[in-house]
């Protein structure tokens, strides 16, 4: 079974910029996967923000924009602020209409 | 503005099953623009995609659970319901609904993606 792989932790500083990736086990990610984000904060339900790689959803900020680079989806935080401070997860269609969660992403800005 | 709300048991006992609802308000259910879907996540755990209906009751589960679940629709009653059978400790989560939307419009495709989710419901499976 194919695995969606993001990085464990990031790092970034107030005002910086920040790019988290959601790879495959086995395979690239192209626009056909329709890759999407979601932010998490501790107790909370997840927040969509980027849907078919590069589409915000409604009211997300401009500083996070979506993008395939190289064989992965991207998502980068440009001008990061403390509440962006968050757990980030990606999700794959694999084809006959199912879905797959990438282990997710967790930002600190300090 | 469309709201989701997740009911059901929150304790449920090893190898029973697990059963929860979602009820859809501000909207219906009915649409044919959109999927209804389940997600769950483990404490400290990441996400995990359970399955997705269509209002006329078609479905698509997680080869990993698919043995075991159930997703059904109830368009009178503008819910959607999960069924969890031969549950483990394993089970335990805050178990999500959301929309998936699944439409073309003006050149854009709306598909793949959950855009509205509940506020999600913590089910623990202990005796």
């Known amino acids: 079974q194919t695995v969606v792989t993001q990085e464990p932790s990031f790092s970034v500083s107030p005002g910086g910029t920040v790019t988290l990736t959601c790879g495959l086990s086995?395979?690239?990610?192209?626009?056909?996967?329709?890759p999407s984000w979601y932010q998490q904060t501790p107790g909370q339900a997840p927040r969509t923000l980027i849907y078919s790689t590069n589409t915000r959803s409604s009211g997300v900020p401009d500083r996070f924009s979506g993008s395939i680079l190289g064989n992965k989806a991207a998502l980068t935080i440009t001008g990061a602020q403390a509440d962006d401070d968050s757990d980030y997860y990606c999700?794959?269609?694999?084809?006959?209409?199912?879905?797959?969660f990438g282990g997710g992403t967790k930002v600190t800005v300090l | 503005q469309l709201q989701l709300q997740e009911s059901g048991p929150g304790l449920v006992k090893p190898s029973e099953t697990l059963s929860l609802t979602c009820t859809v308000s501000?909207?219906?259910?009915?649409?044919?623009?959109?999927?209804w879907d389940w997600i769950r996540q483990p404490p400290g755990k990441g996400l995990e995609w359970i399955g997705s209906?269509?209002?006329?009751?078609?479905?698509y589960y997680n080869p990993s659970l698919n043995s075991r679940v159930t997703i059904s629709v109830d368009t009178s009653k503008n819910q959607f319901s999960l069924r969890l059978s031969s549950v483990t400790a394993a089970d335990t989560a805050v178990y999500y609904c959301a929309r998936q939307p699944n439409y073309y419009d003006s050149g854009t495709y709306y598909y793949y993606y959950m855009d509205v989710w509940g506020k999600g419901t913590t089910v623990t499976v202990s005796s």
């Open positions: 999700v794959l269609y694999m084809g006959s209409g199912i879905l797959v």
């Open positions: 501000g909207g219906s259910i009915s649409s044919s623009s959109y999927y």
């Open positions: 209906v269509y209002y006329d009751g078609s479905t």
């Open positions: 086995s395979g690239s990610v192209s626009t056909s996967y329709y």
